[in-house]
């Protein structure tokens, strides 16, 4: 049961340009939502986040749009830059109790931004 | 301020052999929490620590795996008895109280021959 599913497993686009990463989930309990980068024989490095009440969250070149009634989250990098090249993760959490610590991931999506 | 810290980085084990894998969490980080992440696979919930307590171990395998954080020192991953399926990458990460964001170690590659 994956719960949460990022369905593009790559995608490339051009240094300067947008880079748009999805995410869907199927657990309306979650209330919390992180994006995470990866780089090879590292650990995930956090990149930005979004409770369940807002639906929308800006970091410098990074934004994250929550959309709650379709159960869809994207992750914008603008713009793009050749270091930006990674393995990047979305993450949900919350069962509604606000107890729990546990995050669920998705699969991946292997962004490579060309010079 | 040093980041989550894990040992060893590659650990190699034949089966049937033990495998203890110790995370440090960030200071000021009371909670810990272990992820496994097979090959070509995203990464997986194992285990919720806080200091003595265990809080969440549903993703724990029922069998050959335990975690611990004692009140003092590192948390430990204790994988008994390995097999080839343990092989994986098991990764650490660390919260402070009531905080959402995890920070994660580099991981440590468990290799079972």
């Known amino acids: 049961d994956q719960q949460v599913k990022q369905n593009s497993p790559s995608l490339s686009v051009q240094e300067g340009r947008i880079s748009i990463l999805n995410c869907d989930y199927t657990n309306s309990m979650f209330d919390y939502f992180l994006w995470y980068k990866k780089y090879p024989a590292e650990g995930p490095t956090f990149l930005i986040s979004i409770s369940s009440i807002k639906d929308k969250n800006e970091d410098g070149r990074f934004t994250v749009f929550l959309n709650k009634s379709a159960k869809h989250l994207s992750l914008h990098i603008v713009p793009s830059q050749p270091g930006d090249s990674a393995v990047y993760f979305c993450a949900a959490k919350g069962d509604g109790s606000g107890n729990t610590g546990k995050l669920i991931f998705g699969q991946g999506t292997t962004l490579q931004v060309k010079p | 301020n040093a980041g989550v810290m ?90 402070p109280p009531n905080d959402n964001e995890q920070y994660f170690g580099p991981g440590t590659r468990l290799t079972v021959t």
């Open chain 2, 6 to 95: 894990q040992n060893p980085r590659h650990l190699v084990r034949r089966r049937g052999q033990e495998a203890r894998l110790r995370c440090s969490p960030m200071k000021g980080h009371s909670h810990v929490y272990w992820y496994r992440q097979l090959p070509e696979e995203g990464l997986k919930f194992m285990v919720y620590l806080q200091k003595e307590n265990i809080i969440d171990e549903s993703g724990m395998p029922k069998e050959r795996f335990s975690a611990e954080f004692p009140k003092e020192g590192p948390s430990i991953l204790r994988i008994q008895q390995v097999v080839r399926g343990d092989s994986a990458a098991y990764f650490c990460a660390s919260s």
